[in-house]
């Protein structure tokens, strides 16, 4: 059973830029989930997938949008990115009732 | 969601136990407990959940009082790979619009030699 994988795990970009991260979930999972975590903060909620539809979301602009594959892998993208969006993003995929949370080990985003 | 409140920091010595407490005042009956940790630079990783029964796992036990109002995650024999954030998160079952896991700042374990 492999975990859950996010690519690339650092990236440094230009304010103003675009910027996509993927995650690939566990096997067997079918809803993803991303989060934003800033440095000496907890993780905080962006957004949900499930079958390949948004169906939560955390208080982020839309300018924060995602996608998921039917192979339920997803993306992240952040268009205009700001210097405020420095923050380790995490994946996490889970079966819609289960209890657990699987994360990956994320992606390093740093914007100058 | 119901709120949580931990210590900030707690230390502990190595092959003793931990105990990581976590009061949940405003909790609903239908909410369950969870507990994650995150190691530096690692995604956070769950370690147990329960609703109004004590449980126990491989990695942990955890005891939520008979109120329901706070609990304690106890890891028997700490090691210093233990050293980590532990997030104490109170959230209601998952499906539907109950997707999100609010985490706090949680209570940073040092654990040591």
């Known amino acids: 059973e492999t975990g859950v994988t996010q690519s690339p795990t650092h990236l440094i970009k230009t304010r103003g830029q675009q910027v996509t991260l993927r995650c690939s979930s566990q096997s067997g999972h079918n809803t993803v989930s991303w989060y934003q975590q800033a440095l000496g903060q907890g993780p905080q909620f962006i957004f949900q997938y499930y079958r390949e539809e948004e169906n939560g979301r955390g208080n982020f602009p839309p300018r924060f949008s995602g996608l998921q594959f039917p192979n339920y892998s997803s993306e992240l993208n952040v268009n205009a990115l700001e210097l405020d969006d420095s923050a380790l993003y995490l994946c996490?995929?889970?079966?819609?009732?289960?209890?657990?949370?699987?994360f990956g080990s994320g992606t390093r985003l740093t914007v100058v | 969601d119901a709120k949580t409140t931990q210590p900030p920091s707690m230390d502990c010595a190595e092959g003793r136990a931990a105990n990581l407490p976590c009061n949940h005042s405003?909790?609903?009956?239908?909410?369950?407990v969870y507990w994650y940790r995150q190691i530096h630079s690692q995604g956070p990783q769950y370690i147990i959940h329960g609703l109004k029964n004590n449980e126990t796992n491989e990695m942990a036990s955890l005891i939520i009082t008979e109120d329901r109002k706070s609990s304690t995650l106890i890891l028997p024999h700490a090691t210093l790979r233990d050293t980590a954030v532990y997030y104490c998160?109170?959230?209601?079952?998952?499906?539907?619009?109950?997707?999100?896991?609010?985490f706090g700042k949680g209570t940073l374990l040092t654990v040591n030699p």
């Open positions: 996490a995929s889970s079966t819609l009732n289960d209890y657990g949370y699987t």
């Open positions: 998160i109170v959230r209601s079952p998952g499906g539907g619009s109950n997707y999100k896991l609010t």
């Open positions: 405003t909790i609903s009956g239908n909410e369950y």
